[in-house]
C-alpha cells in the first residue's frame, strides 16, 4: 500500500496540539487544584486566613484551567 504524500496533513499544518500536550495541560491543571486543597486544608488547622484564601484561588484557578484543557474551542 503506498501512501500519497499530498492527501497527508501533519498537526502542524491544521493547528492541532499533540495529544500528549493536551495530557499535559490537564494534570498541570489537576496538580494546581490539589495543591490548593492541600494548602486549605493546613490553613484550617492553623486557623491561617491567608493561606486558606490562598488555597481557594489555587483551586478555583486549577478548575479554570482543567475545564480550558478540556475545552479548549
Same mark, same amino acid.
Given at each position: =500500500?503506498?501512501? %500519497?504524500?499530498?492527501?497527508?496533513?501533519?498537526?502542524?499544518?491544521?493547528?492541532?496540539?499533540? *495529544?500528549?500536550?493536551?495530557?499535559?495541560?490537564?494534570?498541570?491543571?489537576? =496538580?494546581? #487544584? =490539589?495543591? !490548593?486543597?492541600? #494548602?486549605?486544608?493546613?490553613? %484550617? !488547622?492553623?486557623?491561617?486566613?491567608?493561606?486558606?484564601?490562598? !488555597?481557594?484561588?489555587?483551586?478555583?484557578?486549577?478548575?479554570?484551567?482543567?475545564?480550558?484543557? #478540556?475545552? *479548549?474551542?
Amino acid at each position: =500500500m503506498d501512501l %500519497d504524500n499530498d492527501k497527508i496533513v501533519t498537526q502542524d499544518e491544521t493547528g492541532e496540539e499533540a *495529544p500528549i500536550d493536551q495530557v499535559e495541560d490537564r494534570v498541570d491543571a489537576k =496538580m494546581k #487544584k =490539589m495543591e !490548593g486543597e492541600a #494548602k486549605k486544608s493546613v490553613a %484550617d !488547622g492553623l486557623q491561617d486566613d491567608e493561606l486558606g484564601k490562598e !488555597g481557594d484561588r489555587l483551586i478555583a484557578e486549577g478548575e479554570r484551567e482543567l475545564n480550558e484543557a #478540556k475545552d *479548549p474551542a
